[in-house]
């Protein structure tokens, strides 16, 4: 009998790398897909988009969302002053990741 898989376990230092991309990473390659004349899918590969929440195409162009940056800076903040497992955000990832171990059994 196969042993059953657990979810992947988040390691706060994870979380941590991601909070800090969020809050200090460029957002140059989300600004240059905007302008994506030229880029091919090679290109479109490669670019860093870890900033951003959300993508829209509308009629009059390309919509794009960022990550909210003072929220990342509080959790970052948190973080380092309670430890991973206080910040909210930290736990809904958990969870988050959780369900998707537990929807991921019974498929």
Known sequence: M???K???RVHPDAVKRGYRKIAFGKVNDAVRLMFRDGLGPE???KLDLSSVAELKQTKDGLEIKFY???KALEC???MEENGAGQSPLYRALLQSV?????AGDGV
């Open 68 to 70: 909210d940056r003072m």
């Open 2 to 4: 196969a042993k059953k």
């Open 6 to 8: 657990g979810p992947p």
């Open 76 to 78: 970052l903040r948190e």
């Open 98 to 102: 959780q369900k998707r171990g537990e």
């Open 43 to 45: 290109e479109m590969k």
